[in-house]
């Protein structure tokens, strides 16, 4: 509960930042081929790793992050860098992509059209959210700077100092040419009124926030693009065969109790809501009773401790607030609102939240389907098993990031996916025979697309070159082939 540092942005003149940004950033990076720009960002990969151990030292001591979940903020932040650095050496020498190939355009062979995808001359803002500030930080700048885009990027204030200190060492040891990479930490000021019709920004964050930024003058009216993941109440569905004792059961439950603990729950893709067929319900409690009684909460200091505190006062009084919106409608289960004191921790400080688990009444409950509680909890709903059931439970959620169906039952998922894969960014299926290789929905991966419908924001991230979209303008050339098929692009 100690300040370590202090932020402001009082006097920073935020329109020469971002002139500063298209003017010399911008061209510096345009020049570059795409394997030189992923070469930076191999360079920027090694330098964070080797500062690794440092950051995740600020990990623990500004987010409260055991030194796994430490690992899983900072690990990605590098590994994504890294991804997009090969992905750009693969690429080669072009300035930018060709998006297929030239197609004709009329009876003859001469004249043809072809699409190419070029970088926006324009400045790339990026807002972050407080939970990962490192990966979050600097997944968005791999996809930007690869694509040929210069970067301000603004972390959450709360836990600003892992993304401050990790901004200091790639601007240090990166060789980064001038202008592509500019840090803002503290309140954005009158940032939004000087982006331009060429600007973007990534936004990551509440709907509440989202929705004031989508009525801002600056893409209502000047066209600038705007990104947005929001929230999300991310579901997993347990088929009917997946039933007690098989892998997929085990597997499945083990993933949302993970979910539910990992950084204390403060996860955009982590498991809130938890479909259980009627006849497996009493086992499938069981199951997640004994998973999260194993958890220990506490210093994140301790070895012992294997969960954090949430990230601020402010963010528990808006957990222990959830669970009892929930607790309305649901039975606790196990955990609840409660304080409850820190392994390791001096008595009566830390910002400590309970593991939580709900159970949903049989004739169902609204809260749940329209209520993120940003934290370690998660409910239970049973429900009858068909797949026409589960797929509506996915998408009463109103669109998520990521939701699981655990099924090997062909028949069953043929009908469950066309339904529920609208409503929802990835969907991971988990069978007994990927069950031991499984990853958990909540590990997002570079090279598959992260963000989802409706109230998840409805925007796109990652995905390999689908990332660079956002960053790019897309224009189709028409003439002589002999030009076209010529001109520079991969």
Not at 193 to 219: E, I, K, M, N, Y
Not at 423 to 439: E, F, H
């Amino acid at each position: 509960e100690e300040p370590l540092a202090e932020t402001a942005t009082g006097g920073l003149d935020l329109a020469a930042a971002l002139e500063h940004a298209r003017a010399v950033g911008g061209p510096a990076l345009r020049a570059m081929s795409l394997a030189g720009r992923g070469a930076l960002l191999q360079r920027i990969s090694r330098a964070l790793h080797a500062h690794r151990d440092e950051l995740l030292d600020l990990s623990r001591a500004n987010n409260g992050a055991t030194r796994g979940d430490a690992k899983f903020d900072v690990d990605g932040a590098t590994a994504t860098l890294a991804a997009y650095a090969r992905l750009g050496e693969k690429l080669g020498d072009a300035p930018f992509l060709a998006d297929g190939e030239p197609e004709r355009l009329a009876r003859g062979a001469r004249l043809v059209g072809r699409h190419l995808r070029l970088p926006r001359p324009g400045v790339a803002v990026h807002v972050n959210a407080f939970n990962f500030p490192a990966w979050g930080t600097f997944e968005k700048i791999a996809q930007a700077f690869l694509a040929g885009m210069p970067v301000l990027t603004k972390p959450a204030t709360p836990t600003a100092l892992v993304a401050y200190r990790a901004v200091e060492i790639a601007l240090a040891e990166a060789d980064l040419p001038p202008g592509v990479l500019a840090f803002l930490a503290g309140p954005p000021g009158d940032l939004l009124a000087h982006l331009g019709p060429q600007d973007v920004l990534a936004f990551t964050g509440s709907a509440a926030t989202a929705a004031r930024l989508r009525s801002a003058p600056a893409f209502v009216e000047g066209g600038a693009r705007l990104n947005v993941e929001a929230d999300s109440l991310n579901a997993l569905v347990l088929a009917p065969d997946a039933a007690p004792g098989s892998d997929a059961f085990a597997r499945a439950l083990r993933h949302a109790a993970t979910d539910i603990t990992q950084k204390a729950g403060q996860k955009c893709t982590a498991i809130r809501r938890i479909a259980v067929p009627r006849e497996h319900l009493d086992a499938a409690l069981e199951f997640l009773v004994a998973e999260l009684r194993e958890v220990r909460v506490g210093n994140p200091a301790d070895p012992a401790v294997t969960m954090g505190p949430v990230a601020t006062a402010r963010q528990l009084r808006a957990v222990r607030d959830g669970i009892g919106l929930l607790a309305a409608e649901a039975r606790v289960v196990l955990g609840g609102p409660e304080p409850v004191a820190g392994l390791g921790a001096p008595e009566g400080r830390g910002f400590f939240a309970r593991p939580t688990l709900l159970l949903a009444p049989e004739d169902g409950a609204a809260r749940v389907h329209d209520t993120e509680v940003f934290g370690p909890v998660a409910t239970v709903l049973p429900y009858d098993g068909r797949p026409e059931s589960a797929a509506a439970l996915v998408a009463r959620g109103g669109g998520s990031l990521v939701s699981t169906l655990a099924s090997g039952d062909r028949e069953w998922l043929a009908r469950a996916i066309p339904a529920a894969a609208p409503w929802t960014g990835r969907l991971v299926l988990v069978d007994d025979k990927v069950a031991d290789q499984s990853l958990p929905p909540g590990m997002v991966l570079p090279h598959q697309v992260h963000g989802g419908p409706g109230r998840a924001g409805g925007g796109e991230e990652l995905g390999g070159l689908r990332g660079l979209a956002l960053y790019t303008n897309r224009v189709a050339l028409q003439g002589n082939a002999a030009v076209i098929r010529a001109f520079p692009g991969e």
